[in-house]
Antibody, heavy 120, light 111 residues
Framework: QVQLQESGPGLVKPSQTLSLTCTVS??????????WSWIRQHPGKGLEWIGY???????YYNPSLESRVTMSEDTSKNQFSLKLSSVIAADAAIYYC????????????WGQGTLVTVSS | QSALTQPASVSGSPGQSITISCTGTSSDVGGYNYVSWHQQHPGKAPKVTIYGVSNRPSGVSNRFSGSKSGNTASLTISGLQAEDEAYYYC???????????FGGGTKLTVL
């Protein structure tokens, strides 16, 4: 049973870069079977897909965030990461990492989520 | 405004059945069998309840079922229980730019 766990600073200053890591256990990220995704949820709101990364290093981002998003992977640690630059108050949210079935079709596992606050 | 349309709320009494709809387009819900439903209790992470329109992950009660007709997918919960009270989000693969899109979520209240 795969497990995903987000980690990173819970507080980021405006204009700085948000950096989060997802550690995967119970399965390797170096597989062609899955994509590895970031999704966020603003307080009391719905879910917003941020993007995902494939084992090859290929990335796919939500066009609304693409200019500020960078995803990467560290296969030696079985981790993948999210960087969101020039954060603003509207980036405050719970950030989830998730595993997505091959082809980027469906989420099949979620992390527990981590709350990020944007404040000076 | 979410890409997929769900009712904001539904309610039912214990033991009853309810259905939550999720309406999209032929580029997402109607075009692919990649519709999922995610249950989210307050303060918790979402949990996949249905995938591939009508498949249940291991451990999910058979009281949960999914279906699709045209551009609308549906989640049905039978024999409602208090523990079913939660938010439910649908998601779908899309052939447009964002790959996975979500509905706005439906709050299920068990009366």
């Amino acid at each position: 049973q795969v497990q995903l766990q987000e980690s990173g600073p819970g507080l980021v200053k405006p204009s700085q870069t948000l950096s989060l890591t997802c550690t995967v256990s119970g399965g390797s990220i170096s597989t062609s079977d899955y994509y590895w995704s970031w999704i966020r949820q603003h307080p009391g709101k719905g879910l917003e897909w941020i993007g995902y990364i494939y084992y090859s290093g290929s990335t796919y981002y939500n066009p609304s965030l693409e200019s500020r998003v960078t995803m990467s992977e560290d296969t030696s640690k079985n981790q993948f990461s999210l960087k969101l630059s020039s954060v603003i108050a509207a980036d405050a949210a719970i950030y989830y990492c998730a595993r997505v079935r091959g082809g980027g079709t469906e989420i099949d596992s979620w992390g527990q989520g981590t709350l990020v606050t944007v404040s000076s | 405004q979410s890409a997929l349309t769900q009712p904001a709320s539904v309610s039912g009494s214990p033991g009853q059945s309810i259905t939550i709809s999720c309406t999209g387009t032929s580029s997402d819900v109607g075009g692919y069998n990649y519709v999922s439903w995610h249950q989210q209790h307050p303060g918790k992470a979402p949990k996949v309840t249905i995938y591939g329109v009508s498949n249940r992950p291991s451990g999910v009660s058979n009281r949960f079922s999914g279906s699709k007709s045209g551009n609308t997918a549906s989640l049905t919960i039978s024999g409602l229980q208090a523990e079913d009270e939660a938010y439910y989000y649908c998601s779908s693969y899309t052939s447009t730019t964002t790959y996975i899109i979500f509905g706005g979520g439906t709050k299920l209240t068990v009366l």
